[in-house]
């Protein structure tokens, strides 16, 4: 069985900082793609950030110059690091990964649970 786990998240200020982190666990083979989503109230869901295996990033606009997402591939985790947060942020963050598993002949899409972050002074 293929888990990823989001933790890091949690309340703060305007202007504040965050890292969330997601690790995957399970028969992996490899991990293609990285990405995290956040979906509000209300709202669709929507790609914040993502990375590909060569290193490609892309962000949402309002991401952009504030939130950067890492992977370290040694721990099967990826990061995302949020700052100068806006209360417009505030959001459940969710990691997803594309990946191999072990006895499985396609790449699949994997989620985690999700992680609260609420930006609120």
């Known amino acids: 069985q293929v888990q990823l786990v989001e933790s890091g998240g949690g309340l703060v200020q305007p202007g504040g900082s965050l890292r969330l982190s997601c690790a995957a666990s399970?028969?992996?083979?490899?991990?293609?793609?990285w990405g995290w989503y956040r979906q509000a109230p209300g709202k669709q869901r929507e790609l914040v950030a993502g990375l590909t295996s060569r290193g490609s990033t892309n962000y949402a606009d309002s991401a952009e110059g504030r939130f950067t997402i890492s992977s370290d591939n040694a721990k099967n985790t990826v990061y995302l690091l949020m700052n100068s947060l806006k209360p417009e942020d505030t959001a459940l963050y969710y990691c997803?990964?594309?990946?191999?598993?072990?006895?499985?002949?396609?790449?699949?899409?994997?989620w985690g649970q999700g992680t609260q972050v609420t930006v609120s002074s």
């Open positions: 399970g028969n992996i083979v490899s991990i293609y793609e």
């Open positions: 997803n990964a594309g990946l191999e598993a072990i006895g499985s002949p396609y790449v699949n899409e994997y």
